[in-house]
């Protein structure tokens, strides 16, 4: 259904150009003129009240004028007629609509936007954009947009939400000779959005991988499971990485969450490689649009030059690949192609005098030999030697080899001769780069894609439907009282409820009460204030921690009432938390954010200086299931920490897997409920002697 939908809206058999003009420079004669020699086949009807002709094709004044049936519209009318024009359009029987026109949501009229879609589902009309440049397509022969041509021909669809950057990139795919299939401005995405386009793609033939660039996504959640469910790679440029919202932010993962970090892991869920700016995107496109992905861990280098070589290791190792030396019969078999002071362990040197024949047969041992699991041919151009003829060695060796399934990037390092050679590599299939750096960053992102693609999977969630009736009798009671931030009690109660390992922890009302409880816990005790107006305790001397015995707890429960009342005279007092002191561990911290775009969130750290200086925190969309939060702790730089370091033993991970596990389900069933919360900190034992939550801040969504 959807499919054939987005077939008629993206590869339509008939066009209509309403707001067609027969007037050079305006965009709907643009949009004429780049259908035209864009070589499309199917009919296209300009419609314009006016004029008889555009560009030699009779005009209409309507929609409803034109004879035969129209797939899609190309919108090219100002922003108030579009809507009445989309009307005409449904009546007509029009499947799809382009609109090319701005003044839309992206400046506030999100009404007019709204009135566009409901126009369409009762039409059964599907909408591109609005606010975009068009859709473009070399399989079918189609510039409907005010692009200036079609994209050099090639595998990669980009689908993208900046209009200019579309137009910026097509120009470039010649001078950068990274070709596209097809081109797709998404604009404010009102009814197809990214994750349409992607499902969309899945059956199309030409496109091998997908290139996005984002800017901010609606919904998060459908874009990860379009990106999971790609049968093609997909990799994403996203621009905006400055934090959002954080500084309205409550909680202390509020203040963390930035777009950059959760659209980073939002990726990863999704299986999508990202590009680091707009020269990676070419370049990793390049290689995913060409190559296989890299299977196995076994990288061959090859190179006529020392210096290369260790740049291209240098450049492994900064992308995670590791570099290991090749089997003694591959050294003893590529020693047979060099002189006796090269090299044949890895990086592979052949030296200077490496020539075509030598190439030849390297990398034609190479590529088939089951050791090796894919390749990066290097090459600096010498006076001896003629760059095209060993680009052609390079490619009849790979020919001959026909290992299809394993990747083979390269770099010629050169002048004139290594950059036609390198174009010459690039119309044969074979992705070629001007440094080592960016061959072996291309091969990085095949590794990357085999890699994601492995741990992408959809966790198994379960409402916890008995602990979320109890958090909604703690979560109701507060926001009778009034209140959308719970006390530290109702959070535990909360976190407890899901099975979470929180310090124990009860209210006293009287210094008696506090006796009493101190006495059950057993000493020594932790006392805190508890005031909805009093949230950072310590600083409000609210805090009394290693209380041994009953007359201590009595002075600690008087000395936090003074200074409450002093911090704030008007506070409400509940009363004194009375708490079992946690023995110490290693600090961290677990958090949530409900994200615009992704929802429910978590956040893992290390907690104290880690987490307030160096914001060493990684982040989930929820849920989150325990393989996904052991590498959530492994993604840390503080993770050796978490390993043991300097002979301590390893601090036990699996129990907080277990713990990140509930949270996230906590937070995914309480999604309506919960805008941020903290467990800060988390303390955690050594191997097998579990975690604590000692402290707990849960912060309501205002209803
Ligand atoms: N049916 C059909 N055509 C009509 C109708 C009608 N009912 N009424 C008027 N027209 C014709 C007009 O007569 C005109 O043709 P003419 O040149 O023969 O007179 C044609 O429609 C266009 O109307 P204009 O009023 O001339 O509008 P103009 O071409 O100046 O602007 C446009 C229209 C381009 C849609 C403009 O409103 C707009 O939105 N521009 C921004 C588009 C854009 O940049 N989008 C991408 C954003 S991404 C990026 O940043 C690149």
């Given amino acids: 259904m959807n499919h054939e939908e987005l077939n008629q809206l993206l590869k339509p058999k008939s066009i209509a150009v309403i707001g067609a003009s027969a007037t050079p420079g305006k965009i709907g004669y643009t949009v004429m003129e780049n259908l035209k020699e864009s070589g499309y086949k199917g009919p296209v009807y300009p419609i314009n009240p006016t004029a008889p002709e555009i560009l030699g094709v009779k005009c209409y004044p309507s929609v409803s004028d034109v004879p035969g049936t129209i797939d899609s519209a190309v919108m090219c009318v100002p922003v108030k007629l579009v809507n009445s024009m989309a009307e005409e359009c449904g009546k007509k029987g029009v499947k799809g609509l382009i609109v090319i026109t701005s003044g839309f949501s992206e400046v506030g009229r999100k009404d007019l936007e709204d009135e566009l879609v409901a126009i369409a589902r009762k039409y059964k009309m599907r909408v591109l954009g609005p606010n975009i440049v068009g859709t473009l397509s070399n399989s079918d022969k189609m510039n409907a947009s005010f692009a200036p041509f079609l994209p050099l021909d090639g595998k990669a669809t980009l689908i993208t939400q900046s209009g200019a950057l579309l137009i910026a990139m097509d120009a470039a795919t010649y001078t950068r000779r990274v070709g596209f299939d097809k081109m797709v401005s998404i604009g404010n995405m009102c009814d197809v959005d990214i994750a349409d386009i992607i499902d969309w793609l899945n059956d199309d033939e030409k496109t091998t991988c997908v290139s996005l660039y984002i800017e901010g996504l609606k919904d998060g959640r459908k874009f990860i499971k379009s990106g999971r469910t790609s049968k093609k790679p997909i990799i994403a440029l996203k621009s905006g990485v400055s934090a959002h919202g954080a500084a309205a932010a409550a909680s202390h993962t509020g203040s963390l969450a930035g777009a950059a970090k959760v659209y980073g892991s939002a990726f990863k869920q999704a299986g999508i490689v990202q590009a680091s700016d707009l020269d990676n995107l070419f370049d990793r496109t390049l290689a995913l649009s060409l190559m296989p992905p890299l299977k196995g861990e076994n990288l061959l280098i090859i190179t006529n030059g020392g210096g290369v070589g260790v740049l291209a290791t240098d450049a492994a190792e900064r992308y995670g690949i590791p570099m290991k030396f090749a089997p003694k019969d591959v050294q003893e078999e590529l020693k047979k192609h060099m002189p006796e002071f090269g090299s044949a362990k890895n990086p592979v040197d052949m030296t200077g005098m490496a020539g075509t024949e030598w190439y030849y047969e390297t990398v034609r041992f190479a590529i088939a030999h089951p050791w090796v699991d894919g390749l990066i041919v290097l090459y600096c151009e010498t006076a001896m030697t003629n760059p095209l003829e060993i680009a052609k060695g390079i490619k009849k060796a790979l020919d001959e080899a026909g290992m299809k399934d394993k990747p083979v990037t390269v770099s010629y390092v050169g002048g004139e001769k290594s950059a036609a050679a390198m174009a010459w590599l690039v119309e044969n299939g074979i992705p070629a780069y001007g440094a080592p750096d960016l061959a072996v960053n291309a091969m990085a992102a095949l590794r990357e894609y085999k890699l994601l693609r492995e741990t992408a999977k959809e966790p198994a969630f379960k409402t916890n439907e008995k602990a979320r009736k109890t958090a909604m009798q703690v979560i109701s009671a507060a926001r009778a009282d009034g209140r959308n931030a719970l006390t530290e009690i109702e959070a535990k109660q909360v976190f407890q409820a899901y099975g979470l390992p929180v310090t124990s922890t009860e209210l006293a009302k009287t210094e008696d009460e506090a006796v009493t409880l101190a006495k059950k816990i057993g000493f020594p005790v932790v006392m805190k204030i508890v005031s909805p107006e009093i949230l950072h305790k310590s ?82 969309v929820a849920p989150v299931d325990k393989p996904q939060a052991l590498d959530m702790f492994s993604e840390i730089r503080g993770a050796p920490i978490l390993a043991g370091v300097r002979g301590e033993a390893p601090r036990d991970r699996n129990a907080m897997a277990d713990t990140v596990e509930k949270y996230s389900s906590m937070i995914v069933d309480l999604e309506d409920e919960i805008s941020e919360s903290d467990a800060n900190p988390v303390l955690v034992y050594e191997e097998g002697k579990g975690i604590k939550v000692v402290d707990a801040r849960i912060i309501l969504k205002k209803k």
């Fill in 539 to 620: 600083d409000a001397g609210g805090v009394k921690v290693n209380i041994k015995d009953e007359a201590a707890a009595r002075e600690a429960f008087n000395t936090i009432m003074k200074n409450a009342k002093a911090y704030n005279a008007d506070a409400h007092i509940h009363g004194i938390a009375v708490q079992e002191m946690a023995p110490w561990g290693t600090e961290t911290i677990l958090g949530s954010v409900n994200d615009p775009s992704f929802g429910p969130t978590m956040m893992f750290g290390l907690g104290g200086i880690f987490v307030e200086v160096l914001k060493d925190v990684t982040f989930r």
